[in-house]
T-cell receptor, first 113, second 116 residues
Framework: DGGITQSPKYLFRKEGQNVTLSCEQN?????MYWYRQDPGQGLRLIYY???????QKGDIAEGYSVSREKKESFPLTVTSAQKNPTAFYLC????????????FGDGTRLSIL | GENVEQHPSTLSVQEGDSAVIKCTYS??????FPWYKQELGKRPQLIID?????GEKKDQRIAVTLNKTAKHFSLHITETQPEDSAVYFC???????????????FGTGTRLQVTL
């Protein structure tokens, strides 16, 4: 899945600070997704976007925001309202064709200083 | 919405034995069920998937079975090897999984340990 690039690999956030995680794909995929992964838990959906300039909340959107200004980019901002941001964040994308699987990036590990 | 339960949470098998991981789902309209393997600190990678119009699919040592009536699906790994050690996640689609207007609901994962 070399076509999905997440950066940075590690990120540290200070109290009260907003931080932005980058996700870029060169697979020409329409749909993009952000997941949060905590130890011993599955992947929980934060936000997803089916098309440029449109996105929907997932199961745990509170304290997060996204934008989709370009097809290849879907950045995630972890705001100061997210009180427990320490987690592994995974971005995924998927093509339009019927029943195409989601492909994941390498993830960003976010920690609080 | 969809709810996916996965069992067991941990599984230890000896090299060469088989491993079975089971998942149940709640939405009878779900029609796509992928399985992902995740090694420590790495991205989940798709290992096999199945659509609701088939009951079983095989790929070398890996197979997935689907029982739509009971709403459960299982991952079978035969002749396990140490490199199979990882966390495995099942998922089910929010129906209908067509175009891009859908999302996956994941199980909580199974940590598989293959011992020598």
């Amino acid at each position: 899945d070399g076509g999905i690039t997440q950066s940075p690999k590690y990120l540290f956030r200070k109290e009260g600070q907003n931080v932005t995680l980058s996700c870029e794909q060169n697979l020409n995929h329409d749909a993009m997704y952000w997941y949060r992964q905590d130890p011993g838990q599955g992947l929980r959906l934060i936000y997803y976007s089916q098309i440029v300039n449109d996105f929907q909340k997932g199961d745990i959107a509170e304290g997060y925001s996204v934008s989709r200004e370009k097809k290849e980019s879907f950045p995630l901002t972890v705001t100061s309202a997210q009180k427990n941001p320490t987690a592994f964040y995974l971005c995924a994308s998927r093509g339009r064709e019927h029943n195409q699987p989601q492909h994941f990036g390498d993830g960003t590990r976010l920690s609080i200083l | 919405g969809e709810n996916v339960e996965q069992h067991p949470s941990t599984l230890s098998v000896q090299e060469g034995d088989s491993a079975v991981i089971k998942c149940t789902y709640s939405d009878s309209a779900s029609n796509y069920f992928p399985w992902y393997k995740q090694e420590l600190g790495k991205r989940p990678q798709l290992i096999i998937d199945i659509r609701s119009n088939v009951g079983e699919k095989k790929d070398q040592r890996i197979a997935v079975t689907l029982n739509k009536t009971a709403k459960h699906f299982s991952l079978h790994i035969t002749e396990t090897q140490p490199e199979d050690s990882a966390v495995y996640f099942c998922a089910a689609s929010e129906a209908p999984y067509t175009g891009t207007a859908s999302k996956l609901t994941f199980g909580t994962g199974t940590r598989l340990q293959v011992t020598l």
